[in-house]
């Protein structure tokens, strides 16, 4: 069993940076590929990026490329998400989830979900 805990969110104005951070419980966290998901209103969840289970791979949908990277510490039990020049369209609530063996941008392959932060970005 794997408990998620995001947080980081807010307000910011679009050009601005946040980092969002996702707190694992239970000592199996580098056995989980991690991802986060982020939800606009209104809209459906949908995939931002992904990392494997000792932070080697990377993968991002292509409207993030270049803007948020997606980090991890096993010791720490945690995964990140650094996300610079937002954009009023990056508001939304944002998930990270993991998976033992996920399909990289496929929400149902994922295991545990955390319980979202929200992130706005004013214009």
């Known amino acids: 069993q794997v408990q998620l805990v995001e947080s980081g969110g807010g307000l910011v104005q679009a050009g601005g940076s946040l980092r969002l951070s996702c707190a694992a419980s239970?000592?199996?966290?580098?056995?989980?590929?991690m991802g986060w998901f982020r939800q606009p209103p209104g809209k459906e969840r949908e995939f931002v990026a992904a990392?494997?289970?000792?932070?080697?791979?990377?993968y991002y949908v292509d409207s993030v490329k270049g803007r948020f990277t997606i980090s991890r510490d096993n010791a720490k039990n945690t995964v990140y998400l650094q996300m610079n020049s937002l954009k009023p369209e990056d508001t939304a609530v944002y998930y990270c989830?993991?998976?033992?063996?996920?399909?990289?941008?496929?929400?149902?392959?994922?295991?545990?979900w955390g319980q979202g932060t929200q992130v706005t970005v004013s214009s």
């Open positions: 989830a993991a998976g033992l063996n996920p399909v990289i941008a496929t929400m149902t392959t994922y295991d545990y």
């Open positions: 239970g000592r199996t966290f580098s056995s989980y590929a």
């Open positions: 990392i494997s289970r000792r932070g080697g791979n990377t």
